[in-house]
């Protein structure tokens, strides 16, 4: 079965940077649709950013546009989200997620049929 670990949270003070990684247990040929999500304390899982397998599609969500970099190294099966001028605000538990399509990506969490374990990032003031 396809797995999903992601790693690479910690805890910074505002302005700082993290970088998060998502290693899939197995290379597929398949195209997926692969994303961070991120979830807050007594808040609804959002996404973060979305990135297609075949280069086709990156988008972020508003609040960490120009400030996070989602990216993907095929060879090494991973996906990575470079955090930078991080926020209290961008605390949570941030998780990867993936699923097999050709259609365009899209960004609800429903679609999402791999999730990884999830990996915390704290960011204070």
């Known amino acids: 079965q396809w797995r999903l670990v992601d790693s690479g949270g910690g805890s910074v003070q505002a302005g700082g940077s993290l970088r998060l990684s998502c290693l899939t247990s197995?290379?597929?040929?398949?195209?997926?649709?692969m994303a961070w999500f991120r979830q807050a304390p007594g808040k609804e899982r959002e996404v973060v950013a979305v990135i297609a397998t075949d280069g086709s599609h990156t988008s972020y969500a508003d609040p960490v546009k120009g400030r996070f970099t989602i990216s993907q190294d095929n060879a090494k099966n991973t996906m990575y989200l470079q955090l930078d001028s991080l926020r209290p605000e961008d605390t949570g538990m941030y998780y990867c997620a993936a699923y097999i399509t050709y259609y365009d990506c899209i960004h609800d969490k429903v679609a999402y049929l791999y999730w990884g374990q999830g990996t915390q990032v704290t960011v204070s003031s």
């Open positions: 197995e290379r597929t040929s398949a195209r997926r649709c």
